[in-house]
């Protein structure tokens, strides 16, 4: 039996992937869907999502699932699978997984990116129980509360400007003797009264059983170990996108981030790229979805020239 050749695949299964399979089955077009590991996506690991208009409150995976459920309602299928490759073949493009080809005419690529972790002892476990990736995300949960940042560019620096505005204190904590951030944003934080600096620094370890209570440091001109009691860490050393598999297609700028602009399409006709892996400024639920029906239209008006 010919294999089935979709009108559309879609590469991961986050917010942008999902949207966009909703909008491309709302056209009429065949869709589907690959993932490699959560179906819903990154947001599927937070515990709370006070941020998404239209909800009060949800958790991640209480989302994740309803979005599911609306792609497969709408007739999307939804399969698990890693993408390793896509090749284009012109009017045809292969995509390479390690569960097999498959054969599509247009190819919407919502890898999404995953936030560089700290790589130290029980960080998972106590990520949204005092370890957060994302002041815009989780800063609302520690009003009044000390938190501390880790990292000195400019998302660090720009999440401890956010976390300063509602936390009693924020002390930044950098690896290196200075920070590497916008002189400007250094020296609004540098006189804000609740916000203080500590150098030459690495996280050692977690303290707290079940909700974090404060972490070990060690400075490393110094070579000693401290203790900073805190209610919240927030992680800020840089995301990791995962957009190998699509350098074939695309162009990646020099974070790894495919290079395209508001109208989601790519270098190559054909593909089209939505959410997170995306070069762009905000990283939100919000416009993640917005990409993927901004990508879907795209790709179906493609569809409709071939
Ligand atoms: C802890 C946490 C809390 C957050 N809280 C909020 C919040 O409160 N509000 C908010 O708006 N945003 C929040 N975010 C950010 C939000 O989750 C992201 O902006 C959003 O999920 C991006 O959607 P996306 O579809 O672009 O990518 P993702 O959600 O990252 O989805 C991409 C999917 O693609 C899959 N994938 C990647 N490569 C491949 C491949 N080669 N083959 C197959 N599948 C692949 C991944 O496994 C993943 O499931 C939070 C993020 C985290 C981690």
Do not use: W
């Not at 560089?116 to 989780?138: F, K, M």
């Not at 800063?139 to 400019?154: L, Q, S």
């Not at 996280?203 to 203790?227: C, H, K, M, P, Q």
Request: aromatic share 6%; with cysteine; proline share 3%.
């Amino acid at each position: 039996m010919d294999k089935k050749i979709y009108d559309i695949i879609v590469v991961g299964s986050g917010p942008a992937g999902l949207t966009s399979a909703i909008y491309a089955r709302r056209a009429g077009k065949s869709v589907l869907v690959l993932e490699k590991e959560a179906f819903g996506g990154q947001i599927t690991h937070s515990p709370k999502v006070e941020n998404y208009p239209g909800y009060i409150e949800m958790s991640g995976n209480e989302f994740a699932e309803v979005l599911v459920n609306q792609a497969l309602g709408q007739g999307a299928e939804i399969d698990l699978a890693e993408v390793t490759d896509v090749i284009d073949e012109g009017a045809l493009k292969r995509v390479v997984t390690d569960a097999g080809d498959y054969e599509c005419k247009a190819v919407i690529i919502a890898a999404g990116s995953k936030h560089r972790p700290l790589g130290v002892a029980r960080e998972d476990e106590l990520t949204g129980n005092g370890v957060s990736y994302c002041a815009v995300c989780d800063g609302a949960f520690y009003a009044g509360k000390h938190v501390a940042v880790i990292g000195g560019g400019n998302s660090a620096l720009q999440e401890a400007v956010m976390l300063s505005e509602r936390c009693s204190q924020v002390t930044v904590i950098q690896n290196l003797a200075f920070l590497t951030g916008e002189e400007q944003l250094i020296r609004k934080l540098q006189n804000t009264p609740n916000v203080d600096f500590i150098y030459n620094s690495v996280v050692d370890a977690l303290e707290g059983r079940d909700e974090l209570t404060g972490v070990i440091i060690y400075n490393t001109e110094e070579n000693e170990y401290s203790l900073i009691e805190c209610d919240g860490l927030f992680v800020a050393i840089g995301q990791m996108p995962e957009n190998e598999p699509f350098l074939h297609v695309t162009k990646l700028n020099e974070y790894g981030y495919v290079d395209a602009g508001e109208d989601c399409t790519t270098e190559t006709p054909g593909v089209f790229v939505a959410g997170d892996c995306r070069s762009k400024r905000v990283r939100q639920i919000t416009t993640a979805t917005g990409d993927g029906a901004v990508a879907a239209v795209a790709a179906c008006r493609y569809l409709d020239t071939l």
